[in-house]
């Protein structure tokens, strides 16, 4: 569910996590970092330009470079104050996911990626000595929570000297299965994904014998964290998932129970590591606009932390979203009127993506939204209108689906 475009956004689990033994080191998980491909070099600017991801936020952070310049293939202390709104230092901010700040460092072309936590400081700061690995644009996403505030993301573009690398070109993925270390992930999502349309992602995750992972551990107070940003790096996505439980958050604008509304993306995950034949990690989430969207998923086994990117091309919204009678040739076409569901009873099929087109005829029945309770998916119905739900089903059975009054009902068989 979008609010505005124009601004940007950021979403996390909102709730904070204590944990006393949390980890202390912060590892980087920096990934495969490209090598050098020129010579060219590239001149350190003391400009650091700040942008803010989160609307009306009370508190901003600033950053600071020790030494005055950021340079490649030395260690740069990264210093962050957060400020309120007076300028005076906010040092009262909350654990989330056993962290006061997370930092997400992307180079500008999104080819390296690294999650790591500066620490607090008795003065307030925190502080990070932190290694780019080239000279370049670097965008640093800090994200932080103080008391009684939302969750606040603000990125930083900080150009550090030293040699530059080939631009990597960012080229959506035809191959959903990667392996690293190891471990392979596959992401199984309908094909194309559409923009300003809700879409499951599954994580299936097997291990170096090619049989599924069942022993994911927390990472972070998580069972999985995914990151996703924009090719122009102008929307991000934070998000850590608990056990058990659907989480997600501030920047969000849709779902009851978030409780922040100031984003335009969001994403739910939900572990599942029980069933060989289900996905290991599930999100919902829905991306804003086409584009290419960069997805990082970060998982931990056997205490190493397993970061695993995949590059995914959105494409353009559904014209059945805004309302055209139209509706993707390859959808169940459900009608929904004060007959009920038209067909109410939809055979599928486990394991594959599906697209349901539900058509609202006349705004006299009280089908104005349709509710899968077990997916945690709710989407408005508007009358005389086309709405697109796509999920995969994981669980042979029925997959209930009903209005939001719960009258109307109607289900998937699923085989
Ligand atoms: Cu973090």
Redesign the pocket.
Known sequence: MKTKFSILFATIAVAAFILTGCTQSSPSTNTAVPTNGTSERVEASAEINRTHLTENASFAADLKIEPSLAEAGRENTLVFTVKDKQGQVEKNLQIV?E?LM?LLIVSEDLAEFD?V?PEQQPDGTFRLNYKFANGGTYKLYTDFTPQNSPQIVNVFDVKVGGPARTRTPLVADTNLSKSVDGLTVTLKTVQPIKAAAGTSLDFYITDADGKPVTDLQPY?GAMAHFVVISEDASKFLHVHAEAGEVTTSAGTGGHEGHQDKHGEMEMDVEPDVKDTGTPTVRAHTEFPIAGIYKLWGQFQRGGKVFTVPFVLNITAADPNVAGSTEVPEDAVKITVSSNGFEPATVPVKRGEPVRLAFTRKGDGNCGSEVVFQKLNIKRALPANKTTVVELTPIESGDLAFACGMNMLKGKLVVR
């Open positions: 996911h962290k997370h999650h936590h972070l």
